[in-house]
């Protein structure tokens, strides 16, 4: 079985602009998470989503946001891009949006440079 | 947001030595997991521990999920150099905490051969 696929797997942008990464799930699974990793912050979680549906949202501006399709796939958008985006966009797919035995899968992100 | 306090933040240490990593909160975690993260790829999943006092194998890897359900600890047993990496607890609270996972800042463990 496939794993989690991330494209792009590099992208380089300009302060201001905007950005879309994607992430297709394991085959499957319909919940889909969004991570950033930064040297200094460490893993920090974005959003979920399940059924196209926004479950849980992390501590982020409104310029990071997100959708999920009907095939679970997802998408997250960055609007007004800072310097300070620049980080490792991970998306993690699990099998349903329980916390109950639930595992989460990571993709092998998007390497997001803000100049 | 909150992390995970991790310990050791780096080891070094001669394959085929044991190594042992741990984490622990201020709150109560359902569910722990582990991740080993190299250069360039995503975290992937080692070991998932989803019950107060449960003991987990995979291989040479054992954890466990504290009694208290605010710690966790990782052992690595007889260290090889491709055990290399950077290893990241995670906990999720689960309930309106939804699938949420809070990571600690890693271990990064260096093998010599």
């Known amino acids: 079985k496939a794993g989690v696929t991330q494209t792009p797997r590099y992208l380089i942008k300009t302060r201001g602009q905007q950005v879309t990464l994607s992430c297709s799930p394991i085959?499957?699974?319909?919940?889909v998470s969004w991570y950033q990793q930064t040297p200094g912050q460490g893993l920090q979680f974005l959003f979920e989503y399940f059924s196209e549906t926004q479950r849980n949202k992390g501590n982020f501006p409104g310029r990071f946001s997100g959708r999920q399709f009907s095939n679970s796939r997802s998408e997250m958008n960055v609007s007004t891009l800072e310097l300070g985006d620049s980080a490792l966009y991970l998306c993690?797919?699990?099998?349903?949006?329980?916390?109950?035995?639930?595992?989460?899968?990571f993709g092998p992100g998007t390497r997001l440079t803000v100049t | 947001g909150q992390q995970l306090n991790q310990s050791p933040q780096s080891m070094f240490i001669q394959e085929g030595e044991d190594v042992s990593m741990n984490c622990t909160s201020s709150s109560i975690f359902n569910t722990w997991l582990w991740y080993k993260q190299d250069p360039g790829e995503g975290p992937v999943l080692l070991i998932a521990?989803?019950?107060?006092?449960e003991l987990t194998s995979n291989g040479r890897l054992t954890a466990q999920f504290g009694i208290t359900r605010k710690d966790s600890f990782l052992n690595i047993s007889a260290s090889i150099p491709s055990d290399v990496g950077i290893y990241f607890c995670?906990?999720?609270?689960?309930?309106?905490?939804?699938?949420?996972?809070?990571f600690g800042k890693g271990t990064t463990l260096s093998v010599s051969s």
């Open positions: 521990l989803y019950k107060a006092g």
């Open positions: 085959s499957g699974h319909r919940s």
């Open positions: 995670a906990g999720q609270r689960g309930a309106q905490a939804g699938t949420a996972l809070i």
């Open positions: 993690a797919s699990s099998l349903t949006a329980s916390s109950a035995s639930n595992e989460q899968y």
